[in-house]
């Protein structure tokens, strides 16, 4: 077991440490304007790149954990109650369209719902991705608590809501694998209630689900970075792309070790998870 | 765009498989909403040809016809997808070839696509199109590097799979060429699954493009496809304008979903034989 977890984290210690060096490779490409690779060259210049990057993490962090709150339950419940059935068209239908939902183009259309409540409803900045000016970062990032869960609200929904269309499949396929699964048929012709069946469907459910968390990471990062811009709500995500948009190379460099670090985190993770589900199932 | 091809067969076979031997073809047509999904996708991308035609659209007007503008938008952004699943899935399938056959270059471009697979695709796609530059060309590019390692790890997974089965080594044992063997044996059993896999690819694709462009990285500006036309910038005159594109854009990654749907049965179909 330890020798397992051990052995995947140095895979994923190797696989961090070699995309480091081909961020740092890439950067190599990078028109050297501004001062060293540790503090910011044009959105806050002079400011360390760890701190701006610190200050800009709870948001998101805020955005994601909201939108997992809503996602990862009604995921689980539709994917479940959608394998159970041999038949769901009214929810496989439902989930096949959120999945093909656009991002940026749903979280645009909450906004203007927004924008119709009445001024700065649910909303903390501006929307659209035409910001031109940087603002003043601390200020941003030192927003009112209430401001940001406010704020935060619209970005979680829009994520989830492309989050349970795509969990709910995941969900619903494992979950119509374990039907065919000896333990299964074997509780049904013991005569089990439906309920009880139902139960072990779910625990099924629940091991795949949080693999599923962390295969969705990749979506979640692209969606957040997406998201954060629509609504202008001032997490990483936005960071990037304000950082991208004015040449302020030092903090993308950060961000993406960031999101480096947190790859091999994951992988990690989902190998533990697996293995672990792997036993229980064959056991 | 992606159909797939139905393995070579004599005549006499295919007169003999109406029942229980189909062709992939005829497999895809019993999904009813694949074939829908692949019909209005067609009628889609004719369509983007044809109503801005029709209705004397002006890229540069701010008040054109928002139906004319969206399906205008459309153009653009199936190019742009469709060139990147070609490029991407064409690259793929050949390094996946290589991965098939040889052992030491082979892991190490299976190693390298793993590696990519982990990485989320819109900051990479940022990061690369910021030091590029936008533009279509580019756009093209950078997203076939994206694609490329999903496909391999599929054709990679796929070939592991049926590698030892009997009748490839029987093939192998009757001398057959590793070519031979490739293209009799393997390719065929590969394809449908490549094509169900291209078939989701182009849709993910599309959404990638869109999200792309909106954030002003893509498509060079005041060019239009479904990602920037949503763009607040501009003169807007009708809400439609930024309504209508994303509403395309989500029942042409719909119709995708329904077609790989469609294409994934027909493989799956095929394993049971």
Not at chain 1, 74 to 96: E, F, H, K, M
């Amino acid at each position: 077991m330890t020798g397992t977890v051990g052995d995947r984290a140095l895979r994923a210690l190797i696989a961090f440490v070699v995309a480091a060096i081909a961020i740092v490779l890439l950067l190599q490409l990078v028109p050297q304007v501004g001062g060293g690779w540790t503090t910011s060259w044009a959105l806050q210049p002079g400011m360390s790149v760890v701190q701006i990057i610190a200050s800009f993490l709870p948001n998101t962090l805020l955005v994601v954990l909201l939108a997992t709150l809503i996602s990862a339950p009604l995921a689980t419940l539709l994917g479940t109650r959608a394998g159970i059935r041999s038949r769901a068209p009214l929810l496989d239908s439902l989930t096949l369209f959120g999945a093909s939902l656009p991002v940026f183009w749903l979280g645009l259309m909450l906004a203007i719902v927004a924008l119709q409540m009445g001024p700065g409803f649910l909303l903390v900045g501006e929307i659209g991705p035409t910001r031109p000016g940087t603002g003043d970062i601390n200020q941003i990032a030192d927003a009112l608590l209430l401001e940001r869960v406010l704020g935060a609200v619209l970005p979680a929904l829009t994520l989830s809501m492309v989050g349970i269309a795509t969990v709910s499949r995941w969900v619903r396929s494992s979950v119509r694998e374990t039907q065919d699964r000896p333990y299964v048929q074997m509780a049904r012709a013991r005569g089990l209630p439906q309920q009880v069946i139902n139960q072990r469907y779910a625990r099924s459910a629940s091991h795949s689900l949080s693999s599923a968390l962390i295969r969705a990471l990749p979506a979640l990062v692209g969606g957040t970075i997406v998201v954060e811009t629509v609504f202008g709500y001032p997490g990483l995500g936005w960071l990037f792309v304000q950082a991208l948009r004015s040449n302020d190379w030092p903090i993308v460099a950060g961000l993406l070790l960031l999101l480096a670090l947190l790859i091999a985190i994951a992988t990690t993770l989902d190998g533990v998870v697996r293995g672990n589900a792997r036993r229980r199932t064959y056991a | 765009m992606a159909v797939a091809t139905p393995p070579r067969r004599s005549a006499g076979a295919e007169r003999a498989s109406t029942t229980a031997r189909s062709t992939t073809l005829q497999r895809f047509l019993r999904y009813r909403p694949g074939v829908i999904g692949l019909i209005v996708l067609l009628l889609l991308a004719l369509l983007t040809i044809i109503v801005p035609l029709v209705a004397g659209f002006d890229p540069a007007a701010a008040d054109a016809n928002p139906w004319a503008r969206a399906f205008y938008a459309g153009r653009l952004s199936l190019l742009i997808a469709f060139g990147a699943l070609l490029l991407g899935d064409g690259i793929g399938l050949l390094l996946a070839i290589v991965v098939g056959t040889s052992q030491g270059i082979g892991n190490a471009i299976g190693g390298v696509a793993n590696a990519l697979l982990a990485w989320p695709l819109l900051p990479i796609a940022l990061v690369l199109l910021a030091l590029f530059g936008p533009g279509i060309g580019s756009l093209i590019v950078v997203l076939a590097l994206l694609r490329w390692p999903n496909a391999v790890r599929l054709v990679r997974d796929r070939l592991n799979a049926i590698n030892d089965r009997s009748y490839v080594q029987a093939a192998r044992a009757l001398n057959a060429s590793s070519g031979q063997i490739m293209t009799r044996h393997l390719l065929p059993h590969v394809l449908p699954a490549v094509a169900a896999n291209a078939a989701l690819g182009f849709g993910s694709l599309l959404l990638l493009e869109g999200a792309i462009s909106f954030l002003g990285f893509g498509v060079p500006a005041g060019s239009l496809s479904w990602g920037s036309a949503v763009r607040l910038d501009g003169d807007m005159t009708s809400l439609w304008q930024i309504v209508l594109p994303g509403l395309l854009l989500t029942f042409a990654a719909l119709c995708t979903l329904l077609i790989g749907e469609g294409l994934r049965r027909t493989t799956e179909a095929r394993v049971r034989l």
